[in-house]
Structure formats: C-alpha cells, structure tokens
C-alpha cells in the first residue's frame, strides 16, 4: 500500500495543484483513463469545500489530502479541521449560515454524483471525504 499525502495552505490557489497530483498519482495507480477527470473533479470540489470551511472558520492549519494506493482500489482522502455542526446542534448562522449549509450540500452532491464509493464523516474537530475508483492491475507481458 501506497500513501501520498499533501498538505496545503487553505488558499483557493492551491486546489488546483491537488487536483493535478491527485490525477497524476491515480493514473499511476491504475485508475481507468477515461475517469481520471472526475477523479480532478472530485478533487478539486473537495479541496474547495475544506478550503472555505477553513476560512470561514478561521482555522489556519492545513487541509490534508492522502492518496492511497491499495490492491484493487485508489482512494482519496480529504481532511479538514473546521469544526461541524452534530446531529442535535441548532444552526445560529441566521441566512449566512443557510447560505453555507446549502453550499456544503451543494459540495457534497456534486461529488457524490462524481463518486460511486464515497464516504463522509464530519464531527466537532474537522471532517473527512474519502472516496474511492478501483484500479485496473498493470498487463503483464509474457515472453
């Protein structure tokens, strides 16, 4: 099992840079050609999610992505450490908070409409986008 892990300033100009290692470390891994732009898609949508939440929340430490190559799958993992409403908390954002919500709906569909495999958990300390494409093994060649 293979890891790459970025970390990267919560700035928008940076998303583009994980989107273009992401890509490049799927094709690597066997991800099949034809879906490695939903792969910079999903990417790029989940780095910009962790992005906002970081600013709107003031925190300053990095959003993490791991890129992770296991037998059979590639998986991206997107980490964020802007605290999430849990079940129970009532929202006190009044219409900015709304905005934001549906924002991070908005996020969350686009890429689970991206991503057959996808998994979210968010809690107090920061929140987790895994998503997974699975890999074609190399063709060997037989003398």
Known sequence: ????????????EHVRTARLVAAAV????????AVLDEVR??????????VGLHQSSGVTAPVK???IEEEKQFSIEVGDEAPH???????????????EVE?????????SGLVDDVEV????NGGLIRMT?????PATVLP
Do not use: H, K, N, Y
């Open 85 to 99: 409403a849990t079940p129970g908390d009532t929202p006190g954002g009044g219409q900015d908070g709304d905005a």
């Open 26 to 33: 799927a094709r690597r891994a066997g991800v099949d050609e």
């Open 41 to 50: 898609l999903a990417v790029g949508e989940a780095c910009s999610r962790a």
């Open 1 to 12: 099992m293979a890891t790459v892990e970025l970390r990267f300033s919560a700035l928008p």
């Open 103 to 111: 924002e991070d709906e908005m996020g969350l569909a686009v890429i």
């Open 121 to 124: 958990t968010t809690g107090q």
């Open 133 to 137: 494409w699975p890999t074609t093994p």
């Open 65 to 67: 992505v791991a890129l």
